[in-house]
């Protein structure tokens, strides 16, 4: 049996608030670019940068390209791209074809200019759009990748976009941020209203929304450890780069970034926040 192309757009439900995550990427964020290019290459190290703008390693990232299947033959769809540098990272490491989808005009611009400096043109082609309304008009793949992006999305009406969009035999694969326990009802509202996402999903809410999607054989490994790692060294290294933050973006951007970190920092610590990697077939 063949995935099923979608012959029109899927209506996402209320969840789904594509013009205030693209807003919050081309209009917000923008002003702490030159910040998070100080900060995510001394966070990770050369071993471990590839361009991510997400709370993944290098080695992560190719653990879920591995675990996906992806191969020199993969058609893979990376929903909510970004910049591209993990994009970038598997098409050199498999020498996969991609397809990056996002919002964002800032991030494409971006992602652009990396790719062609990677001599990447012919592997990796870039949309903009929302994947509820573009989604048609893409060939079925061999996998779909989320990298700290899914934030944005409700499972529940995007992974049956995802399995339609998949060939038989497809993955779906993704890492995120999981809600472990109870969360402060203001950092609960960052993490959802400011950041333009409908809700911080459980391990649970997610098996049984793939589930419910179709997937199978559900593989779920939690990362809450060495994600409490690397929140550790966001902060230490904000700190060790003060005076070049707040050169960049201001003394009150220092200010206010530190503080966000540090309660998702301590909320993770205390077993309220998690992250977790997430692989199943159609």
């Known amino acids: 049996m063949s995935a099923i192309k979608p012959d029109a757009p899927m209506k996402p439900n209320a969840g789904h608030f594509p013009e205030d995550v693209k807003r919050l990427y081309d ?3 923008p002003e702490g670019q030159r910040v998070r290019d100080l900060i995510f290459p001394e966070v990770f190290g050369p ?18 390209g591995r675990r996906a299947g992806i191969t020199s033959d993969s058609h893979v769809l990376d929903v909510g791209c970004g910049c591209c540098g993990p994009a970038v990272h598997l098409a050199k490491t498999f020498g996969c074809r991609i397809t990056g989808v996002d919002l964002s005009e800032s991030h494409l611009s971006r992602a652009r200019t990396s790719i062609e400096k990677a001599g ?28 700290g992006a899914w934030c944005h999305l409700s499972p ?12 038989e035999g497809g993955r779906i694969a993704f890492m995120e941020r999981i809600r ?79 503080e966000l970190v540090r309660a998702e920092t301590d909320a993770t610590e205390s077993g309220a926040l998690g992250y977790g990697l997430f692989v199943a077939h159609t």
């Open 120 to 147: 990447l043109s012919d592997k990796i082609r870039l949309v903009k759009g929302d994947i509820f309304e573009i989604g048609a008009s893409i060939e079925p793949v061999d996998a779909v990748i989320g990298l």
């Open 156 to 167: 529940r009406t995007f992974f049956p976009l995802c399995r339609q969009l998949l060939r």
């Open 180 to 258: 472990l326990g109870k969360i402060d009802a203001d950092l609960y509202r960052q993490l959802t209203t400011e950041w333009a996402a409908p809700s911080v999903e459980t391990f649970a809410s997610y098996y049984f929304a793939l589930s419910a999607a179709g997937f199978r054989d559900i593989f779920i490994q939690d990362l809450t450890e060495p994600y409490k790692a690397l929140q550790r060294r966001f902060i230490e290294v904000r700190l060790k780069l003060r005076d070049k933050i707040e050169e960049a973006a201001g003394p009150e951007y220092f200010r206010s970034d530190l």
């Open 27 to 29: 209009n917000v964020l």
């Open 47 to 64: 071993q471990q940068y590839v361009g991510q703008y997400s709370d993944n390693t290098a080695d992560q990232i190719v653990a879920l």
